[in-house]
């Protein structure tokens, strides 16, 4: 039973190495980075989808790179009803993730699955905003964090004229400060951020985002936090939209160096309302698809 618990505890410090640099602390429940190229304020169409982003990491740590790659598949649901004028939405996310931390061996396992309900309101000229409500519910793999969090998200978007002008803030709160292995789990904001226009069925753009812990009572804890900054490439083929973008840290603060990380998107809509949506439309967003 010891030796099965030193190798769980192992597991589950393995991504937190990879992705934070310190097997004492833990990062964001939700990955930094995750919702870029998104129009998170903008409604869906009524509809479900099926979206998964998967993403590579290599992080300049010492005397090897840490190299990580997470996978977040997701269903998606937009319902035909409001409440107080929004949009209901739901969402839920199974993320599934491998680390080889400074050189190690590879270690893999799937994270804490998060439930989400989200209102959207449409404001009217192409702006709308939204508020997201989830948990990440706790799970015993040893892996990524496992202590339950809840997630708070508030979005804001532009998408007229082919553009996708989207801030997405995500602030998370865990309900237990440690692990049963003593892995510390301060609270965290995010910020994602994207600015992207659309030509054709192409969609290019500056991308960045940055992420941080918040402060925690602990003695000597060493606060981690990130900006990074990337470029978003994405073609919309008609049955699935593909987004690419390549991020690449600017400041990061205990992480142990510097992260380079390319992404890939999928965006397959699984059921639409075709009266809520566009013909060949395949993006998130009721006015914009192309």
Same mark, same amino acid.
Request: hydrophobic share 40%.
């Given at each position: ?34 919702? %870029? ?48 004028g ?17 050189? *190690? ?18 404001? *009217? ?6 508020y ?27 998408t007229?004229?082919g ?6 803030l ?21 910020l ?25 009572a ?8 990130? %900006? ?43 059921y ?19």
């Amino acid at each position: 039973m010891r030796t099965r618990a030193k190798r769980a505890t192992a597991l589950g410090l393995g991504l937190g190495v990879a992705l934070a640099g310190s097997a004492a602390q833990a990062g964001s429940a939700a990955q930094p980075g995750q919702t %870029i190229g998104l129009p998170t304020g903008a409604q869906l169409p009524v509809g479900l989808y099926f979206v998964n982003l998967s993403s590579f990491g290599v992080r300049d740590t010492a005397p090897a790179s840490s190299d990580s790659n997470v996978n977040l598949p997701t269903l998606a649901l937009a319902t035909p009803w409001t409440v107080l004028g929004a949009r209901v939405q739901f969402f839920f996310t199974q993320p599934v993730a491998a680390a080889s931390p400074r050189g *190690g061996s590879y270690q893999s396992g799937i994270g804490q699955p998060l439930l989400a309900g989200q209102l959207a309101w449409d404001l *009217g000229n192409d702006f709308g905003v939204s508020y997201l409500f989830g948990g990440y519910l706790p799970i015993d793999t040893r892996f990524l964090t496992q202590e339950a969090s809840l997630s708070h998200r508030f979005a804001a978007s532009y998408t007229g004229n082919g553009f996708n002008l989207t801030a997405n803030l995500l602030y998370g709160t865990f309900l237990n400060e440690r692990s049963p292995f003593g892995v510390l789990y301060p609270d965290y904001l995010n910020l994602d951020l994207t600015a992207t226009k659309r030509f054709g069925k192409f969609e290019i753009g500056p991308v960045a985002f940055g992420s941080t812990d918040l402060p925690t009572a602990v003695a000597g804890y060493r606060r981690q936090g990130q %900006i990074a900054v990337g470029a978003l490439v994405g073609y919309n083929f008609g049955p699935v939209n593909l987004q690419a973008y390549v991020t690449r840290d600017v400041i990061e603060r205990n992480y142990g160096g510097y992260e380079t990380r390319g992404w890939l998107r999928a965006i397959v809509p699984l059921y639409q309302d075709k009266k809520d949506v566009a013909p060949n439309r395949t993006l998130v967003t009721r006015e914009q698809g192309g």
